[in-house]
C-alpha cells in the first residue's frame, strides 16, 4: 500500500507527462531486491520503464503493461489533494489510483514477492511502465513496439481495460476486456446564408448544426452484434431468473435494443452495455460565427466516434448521414483500426479460473472495452492483450466512475484482492 501511496505522489500529468520521476523511482524500488529495470527515454522527461524477472521457460513470456501518466485533476474538487496518495475511508486517494498507478504497482509487487521468496515463475515476466498512453501512446507504448521490440516481445499481455467487478442485475461481474474499439475523429460541417444578427432566417449554420447535432442520441445508431457482446448479454442472461434474462437478452434485438437500455436502473451499466453494442458518437466540439451581431455562413462539430472491430470510419459517416440528413459535410481527423482477434486462449481460460477461485460468488465473462488503450499496439508484434485490472469494488463504488472522476480512489481492500489475483496467476502455469 505505501508503494502507492509514493507513487500517487509524483504528479505525471499529461500533458506534459514528465513521467521520469516515477520511472526513475520505481527502478530503485526494484533494485532493492535486485531485479534490474531499463528506463529509455522517448523524450526527455518522457520515461519508460521495462524490467524483466526470469521463469522457468514453460513458455513465451508474459508482459505486464501499465502507463504512468494520468488525466488532468481538478484540486480545488477533490476531498483529499490529488497528488497526495491519502489513506482515508477505507480507500488510497489520489489522481490514477484507479487509472492506472493501481495496477503498476500491484504487477510491480507480484515480481519483488516472487524474488523475495525464491519463487521463479512459469514463464519469464515482463513489467513495463510506460509514458503518454492518456493522450495517445506516442511516447509510449507506441514507440516502443517501434524501436525496442525485442525488450517486449511476449505472447500474452496484462493491461488495463478489465477484471475490475461490475454489479449488474444484482450479479457481481467481473468483465475480461479481450477485443476495444477503435478511434475516429470526424468534423461534421454546417453552411448556411451569412447575414446580420437582427435578421434571423432559418439558413443559420449554426441552427443547422444544432438540428444535426441533437439527432445524436446514444441510440442513434444501429446495433451491430460482435461475438463478444453476445457471449457478454448470453453469459450473463444464463445466470438470471427466467423474466429478467428474457428483458436483458432484447439488448440483442435491433428493434428492442434502444427501449431496453432505457430500463436498465445503473446508468454506468446501461452505458457500457450500449457502447459494446454499436459505433457510438459523441459531439465534443461545437464552433461556429467569429461576431456577435453576424449570422456565420459555416459551423462545426467536432465528433469522437468509437467504432467496433471490423467497422470503417467510411461506415460510421454513412450511419451518421443517415441519421442526419442529407446537406451536411464531413472530414475525417483521425482514424484506426482494432484488430480481431481469438480469445479463448489458455491465458484466458487461466483468468476465469484464477478470479473463479477468488470469489466463487462472482460471474466472469469476455468484454469489448469501449475506448482504446496502449493494448492496440501490441497485436503488431503478435502478443495477445487481455484487460485484466482485478479489483472486488464494494457496493456503491464502480471502477469505470472514478476513472478520470473527481476524487479519484481505489479501497485497500479491492487494491489488495487484486494483488492476491495477479500473484495466483503469474505463478501457475499457463
Same mark, same amino acid.
Given at each position: ?36 529495470? +531499463? ?61 492506472? $498507478? ?39 507504448? $507506441? ?40 478511434? /475516429? ?39 451491430? !452484434? ?86 470503417? /470510419? ?13 446537406? %451536411? ?13 481469438? %480469445?479463448?486462449?489458455?491465458? %484466458? ?17 469476455? %468484454? ?14 503478435? +502478443? ?45 502455469? !499457463?
Amino acid at each position: 500500500m505505501r508503494l502507492l501511496q509514493k507513487l500517487l505522489q509524483f504528479d505525471t500529468t499529461n500533458p506534459p507527462g514528465n513521467e521520469a520521476p516515477a520511472a526513475q523511482w520505481l527502478a530503485g524500488v526494484l533494485a532493492q531486491d535486485g531485479i534490474e529495470s +531499463i528506463i529509455l527515454e522517448s523524450q526527455p522527461t518522457r520515461a519508460n520503464l521495462v524490467a524483466r524477472l526470469p521463469g522457468r521457460g514453460e513458455g513465451r513470456p508474459i508482459l505486464l503493461l501499465s502507463h504512468l501518466d494520468v488525466v488532468l485533476a481538478e484540486a480545488a474538487r477533490w476531498t483529499h489533494p490529488p497528488f497526495s496518495g491519502d489513506v482515508a475511508d477505507g480507500c488510497i486517494w489520489g489522481r490514477g489510483a484507479i487509472d492506472m $498507478k493501481s495496477l503498476t504497482v500491484q504487477q510491480a509487487m507480484v515480481m519483488l514477492l516472487m524474488k523475495r521468496h525464491g519463487l521463479v515463475p512459469p514463464r519469464d515476466l515482463i513489467l513495463c511502465a510506460v509514458a503518454d498512453e492518456e493522450i495517445g501512446g506516442t511516447w509510449g507504448a $507506441k514507440w516502443l513496439v517501434d524501436n525496442h521490440p525485442d525488450l517486449i516481445q511476449a505472447e500474452y499481455a496484462i493491461n488495463e481495460g478489465g477484471g475490475y467487478s461490475l454489479s449488474i442485475a444484482a450479479q457481481r461481474v467481473y468483465p475480461i476486456e479481450v477485443a476495444q474499439k477503435h478511434g /475516429c475523429g470526424l468534423r461534421l460541417r454546417a453552411t448556411g446564408e451569412p447575414g446580420h444578427g437582427s435578421m434571423p432566417h432559418d439558413r443559420n449554420a449554426n441552427l443547422r448544426l444544432a438540428r444535426a447535432v441533437s439527432k445524436l442520441s446514444p441510440t442513434a445508431t444501429p446495433v451491430h !452484434i460482435t461475438p463478444v457482446a453476445r457471449a457478454f448479454v448470453e453469459g450473463l442472461a444464463q445466470r438470471l431468473p427466467r423474466t429478467q434474462a428474457l428483458a436483458l437478452r432484447q439488448l440483442l434485438n435491433p428493434a428492442l435494443n434502444a427501449a431496453v437500455s432505457r430500463l436498465l436502473p445503473d446508468p454506468t451499466v446501461a452505458r457500457a452495455l450500449n457502447a459494446m453494442l454499436r459505433n457510438t458518437v459523441s459531439p465534443t466540439i461545437l464552433r461556429g460565427g467569429e461576431k456577435g451581431n453576424v449570422i456565420p455562413g459555416e459551423a462545426y462539430a467536432d465528433l469522437d466516434c468509437r467504432l467496433l472491430p471490423g467497422q470503417t /470510419c467510411a461506415d460510421m459517416v454513412r450511419e451518421i448521414q443517415k441519421i442526419v440528413g442529407r446537406g %451536411y459535410e464531413f472530414e475525417v481527423l483521425l482514424s484506426g483500426d482494432a484488430p480481431i482477434l481469438p %480469445y479463448d486462449t489458455p491465458m %484466458y481460460r487461466a483468468i476465469v479460473k484464477t478470479l473463479e477461485r477468488a470469489d466463487p460468488g462472482g460471474t466472469v465473462l469476455p %468484454y469489448l472495452f469501449p475506448a482504446a488503450s496502449d493494448s492496440r499496439f501490441l497485436p503488431k508484434l503478435g +502478443i495477445q492483450p487481455y484487460g485484466f485490472q482485478p479489483m472486488r469494488m464494494p457496493p456503491g463504488l464502480s471502477a469505470v466512475s472514478l476513472a478520470h472522476a473527481h476524487d479519484e480512489r481505489i479501497p485497500v481492500e479491492a487494491f489488495t484482492f487484486g494483488l492476491h489475483v495477479l500473484f495466483d496467476l503469474l505463478l501457475n502455469p !499457463i
